[in-house]
């Protein structure tokens, strides 16, 4: 990426240090770790198999104490490729030693999977009796979650062959795609730029310019489109036939049980989300008549309103000494974590070529660290997505604290409560420091385009997917026009007749990772949004008292089940109606903006 293209912010240096892993894709360490851990993985099999139904409580303990760090030797196995990867997907030693990885993870699962499959078969009234012991009190949750998968598992064997195949299937085309969209590039006004710098273009002023970063996304997705569409019929099939063979009654299925989510909170809160579409259209028939036009296409959805506007591009240590006022306001302590990840260099900013797109936050494993992972390109929105993933980087720091492996990995849903908190407390921090009444409707809009980014259009992406997914099985493969089609039909019920797509839009479903990374995944955004919506109402409430409270909630991470753990703090999330107090949040955000719009004679 040539550095002409981009605005000097700071962060071109930020990248993170991974030595508390491995000194390098050379390490040696790295193949004697993967020695030593499959030596670990057959002694444990060798003590433990055929005999987990007839373990104590005292016995149990230590098997599971041994398991723990055999998940943590090859958890620092998984993040450093990752990780390493993400950064460079382009060169040939970080692929290399991923797929080596990748290899050696599905081999050391393999000997290791008799271990929950054991478990889940232990008779209901034995598994009772041994969860009530206090000794296995730190275990419990997990031991008894792991029982809901009992209707769902295979044989050994099976269970085998399915870790075994993944290398070659669901794995290695989700890391073809990360690879071919990585590589890919946009051609505009005779630059070719990454998928960051061309979708930057859209959030400018120019008009023209938008129009044509569009086109030119539209074009690259295009010149992909079969390898594109093969790859999604390919891991909607996969995913199809795990699901039969397990025997899931729906494509979703799955993914609400890993969440430990129930199908009726689940399904509340899409009806709620899509019940309230007319919040989208409203704000963006409002944007339409802000900008002067008669229709407000695709491209301009994310376009700045005419009004004036805050400091468009922020530095490297603007955007640090921003996150962290707002966090050491809420809480010192959540301030001090947030600082470490700045000090002792857990984040990755810098813009790279042929670096991964987007943002994400990984656990690690709880004896290294969380780290963060973004393109620092200087503007608002890059400030507010340090905000998300450091809110994200927060829990699992406190949640690898106080409960290990057994706490660090947060279901889904849950895990964006963190991010999209941390981000509502940057953007009320910057709105109370802001007086100019022009640019506090200009931030008003963005917070607005953000939240409904987390939920409107999160929510409609789950609707394309449910219709992909249904369709896969029940069509057989699905050509790039009926995919295009099921994408424009769920865009155009969100946005009505406020937004004109053209028909070329169609196409951007093809980009979209979280589609086949982890598929099911989109809705959580809105769970998370709709879910801190209402803990900040209790914090407005509450007051100080409350930061203690919340991160405790934090601190819980995966230790129970998310419903018991915000009852803490007086929510219920298995009432079907509490999805609408998040709306009803949001409505007032847009009826605020409206107001304003009109008080300054912008309409």
Do not use: C
Request: proline residues 3%.
């Amino acid at each position: 990426m040539s550095n002409a293209l981009l605005e000097q912010t700071g962060a071109e240096q930020v990248v993170w240090d991974l030595s508390v892993f491995y000194k390098g894709v050379d390490d040696t360490a790295i193949s004697a770790d993967m020695e030593t851990t499959l030596e670990q993985a057959d002694q444990f099999s060798a003590t433990y198999k055929g005999r987990i139904a007839r373990l104590d409580a005292e016995e149990l303990i230590e098997a599971l104490q041994t398991l723990e760090q055999i998940w943590d030797r090859l958890g620092r196995l998984n993040a450093f490729t990752g990780l390493t990867f993400a950064t460079d997907t382009q060169n040939p030693k970080h692929g290399a030693i991923l797929q080596k990885n990748s290899e050696f993870q599905a081999i050391a699962q393999q000997r290791l999977v008799f271990f929950d499959l054991e478990w889940n078969e232990v008779d209901d009234q034995q598994a009772a009796a041994l969860l009530v012991r206090p000794e296995l009190a730190p275990y419990r949750h997990y031991l008894e979650a792991e029982r809901r998968y009992r209707p769902y598992q295979l044989s050994e064997i099976e269970e085998q062959l399915l870790l075994e195949k993944s290398v070659t299937g669901r794995s290695a085309w989700v890391r073809f795609f990360t690879q071919m969209t990585s590589a890919l590039r946009y051609e505009l006004d005779g630059q070719k730029l990454t998928q960051s710098q061309v979708m930057d273009k859209l959030r400018g002023e120019d008009r023209d310019l938008r129009h044509k970063a569009a086109d030119a996304i539209t074009a690259a997705l295009r010149d992909r489109a079969m390898e594109l569409t093969f790859i999604f019929n390919v891991l909607a099939m996969d995913k199809s036939n795990d699901d039969q063979r397990r025997g899931y009654k729906s494509w979703i299925a799955s993914r609400n049980l890993s969440n430990k989510a129930p199908d009726a909170v689940v399904d509340a809160l899409i009806d709620a989300v899509t019940g309230s579409y007319d919040l989208v259209q409203q704000h963006y028939q409002l944007k339409r008549k802000l900008l002067g036009v008669d229709h407000l296409y695709d491209y301009d959805r994310y376009a700045p309103i005419p009004v004036k506007q805050s400091e468009t591009i922020y530095s490297w240590d603007e955007a640090k000494s921003i996150v962290l006022n707002a966090f050491y306001a809420f809480s010192p302590e959540m301030g001090d974590v947030a600082k470490r990840f700045f000090d002792e260099n857990w984040i990755h900013a810098a813009p790279m070529p042929h670096k991964r797109s987007g943002a994400f936050a990984s656990p690690t494993v709880p004896t290294a660290h969380p780290v963060i992972f973004l393109t620092y390109l200087g503007k608002v929105d890059n400030v507010m997505t340090l905000a998300h993933e450091l809110g994200h980087g927060i829990h699992m720091y406190l949640s690898g604290q106080k409960h290990g492996v057994w706490g660090l990995h947060t279901p889904l849903t849950t895990a964006e409560m963190a991010s999209v908190f941390a981000e509502m407390l940057v953007f009320r921090d910057l709105m109370n420091r802001e007086q100019d009444p022009e640019v506090r409707l200009s931030m008003l809009a963005n917070k607005i385009e953000d939240t409904f980014s987390t939920v409107y259009r999160q929510t409609a992406m789950n609707r394309f997917e449910d219709k992909l997914h249904n369709a896969r099985r029940d069509e057989g493969e699905l050509s790039t026009d009926r995919l295009s089609a099921f994408w424009m039909e769920t865009q155009r019920a969100m946005f009505g007749d406020s937004v004109t797509l053209r028909e070329d839009y169609g196409l951007w479903w093809s980009y979209i990772p979280h589609f086949l990374h982890t598929p099911g995944y989109v809705y959580a955004y809105a769970f998370g949004e709709l879910l801190v919506l209402a803990l900040y109402n209790l914090y407005l409430e509450r007051g100080e008292s409350f930061a203690p409270q919340y991160l405790e909630v934090l601190a819980a991470g995966d230790s129970d089940y998310p419903d018991r753990i915000l009852a803490k703090v007086g929510l219920d999330l298995n009432d079907p109606g509490f999805w609408q107090n998040g709306v009803a949040a949001i409505r007032e955000l847009v009826e605020q903006e409206i107001a304003l719009a009109r008080e300054l004679g912008k309409i």
